[in-house]
């Protein structure tokens, strides 16, 4: 995994997103014609590499496979819903061998694949251009993922007394970080420092990303025909700054979302 972090990748004209639907595919792959990114949100697979060992997914993992491998794909579960494929060549040489990396935060890279694909699929003006922007932007958390791996636990127990609170209050009232920090008796500064090394983003934007989550399954639901309703059962006091968050999750728009699902 390491080799596949250690120079920037540098993409050439080849690039395509696709969405691979429960029982379709390819079990068996021979030669890969170019380098994939595959996110899958719930199957669970094994990858058996005839050069190399096997690995598996779980629920919201991500699966790097190499340009030139061979290997079979073996479904392991029974709850599918399918996956995102990113395919893409290089300009520089990427020699990495195959990983699978688990997210903390899989919402946020399924809605990017979802976007890629479909910008991918209708090639309106300027798609690839957008995808390229993505597809740095998936590096990015991916990059970012395996980092935390090397974080010392000790970092996620100092902020450990602040997690717990959000997600006991994030719907019932507003939380600054500054009271966050002195849950865990420390500084402001010190508290968003440890908190980015370990989650990877800001106090305010991993609480705001949890309220999203849930505006997300209450839209699913179908229940509340009001965004406003939505915003407020979510903790925001304010429907415009709602809307502007759900969009920089997912975006998309509340009603735009809600005419996805249906």
């Known amino acids: 995994m390491k080799d596949f972090f250690e120079k920037p990748i540098i993409l050439n004209e080849t690039i395509g997103c696709h969405f691979v639907a429960p029982g379709t595919g390819t079990p068996i792959h021979r030669n890969r ?66 990983f699978v990396l ?44 395996y980092a935390q791996k090397y974080i010392p636990s000790s970092k996620a127990q100092i902020i450990a007394p602040a997690i717990d609170y959000i997600k006991k209050n994030y719907l019932d009232k507003a939380i600054s970080s500054d009271e966050l920090a002195a849950m865990c008796k420390i500084s402001g500064t010190y508290f968003r420092r440890v908190f980015s090394d370990v989650y990877g983003t800001t106090p305010v934007k991993y609480i705001n990303s949890i309220k999203i989550s849930r505006a997300k399954e209450l839209i699913d639901l179908g229940m509340y025909a009001s965004v406003s309703d939505i915003a407020y059962l979510c903790g925001f006091n304010d429907d415009c700054y709602f809307r502007k968050v759900f969009k920089s999750e997912t975006r998309m728009t509340p009603l735009e979302y809600k005419k996805r699902r249906d």
């Open 102 to 145: 688990e997210l903390r935060s899989p919402e946020k890279v399924q809605n990017l694949f979802a976007t890629a694909e479909k910008l991918y699929r209708e090639r309106r003006t300027s798609y690839d251009h957008k995808i390229r922007s993505i597809f740095y932007e998936i590096l990015g958390l991916m990059e970012n993922e």
């Open 33 to 98: 014609y170019l380098h994939g990114i595959v996110y899958y949100p719930e199957d669970t697979k094994v990858f058996s590499f005839i050069d190399g060992p096997d690995i598996q997914t779980r629920k919201g993992s991500m699966v790097y496979l190499p340009k030139g491998s061979n290997y079979n794909v073996i479904q392991t579960g029974k709850n599918e819903k399918g996956c995102w494929c990113i395919n893409f060549d290089t300009v520089n040489e990427l020699s990495a061998e195959p």
